[in-house]
């Protein structure tokens, strides 16, 4: 299985990027898929997830209203829109997939972890 995941990059405050994250190797409408990001010296957390079949989207309470994820079954890719960076935002972003779970994933629920994509928003 594998989860790979691109569009970080540098961008200044107020941009937007869109991040994707092609997987391979699984059923992807199987799982559950998400976005979790580690920013420098904080611990990994959830972003987004959405579910198998992309009707229905969870957000972290702090990422509602600039983060949108969003999925692409046919072509097996998850996506998470960003908008209105802002320099808190700099993280390493992971996609990840959860087989079982419904709605939002936690860590210990994840069955497999994407490469991580940096994003760095300047101020």
């Known amino acids: 299985v594998q989860l790979q995941a691109s569009g970080g990059g540098l961008v200044q405050a107020g941009g937007s990027l869109r991040l994707s994250c092609a997987a391979s190797?699984?059923?992807?409408?199987?799982?559950?898929l998400g976005w979790f990001r580690r920013a420098p010296g904080k611990e990994r957390e959830f972003v987004a997830a959405?579910?198998?079949?992309?009707?229905?989207?969870y957000y972290a309470d702090s990422m509602k209203g600039r983060f949108t994820v969003s999925r692409d079954n046919a072509n097996t890719t998850v996506y998470l829109q960003i908008h209105s960076l802002k320099p808190e935002d700099t993280a390493v972003y992971y996609c990840a997939a959860d087989k079982w779970g419904h709605g939002r994933i936690t860590i210990r629920d994840v069955d497999y972890w994407g490469q991580g994509t940096l994003v760095t928003v300047s101020s």
């Open positions: 190797g699984l059923t992807f409408s199987d799982y559950t």
């Open positions: 959405v579910s198998r079949d992309g009707g229905f989207t």
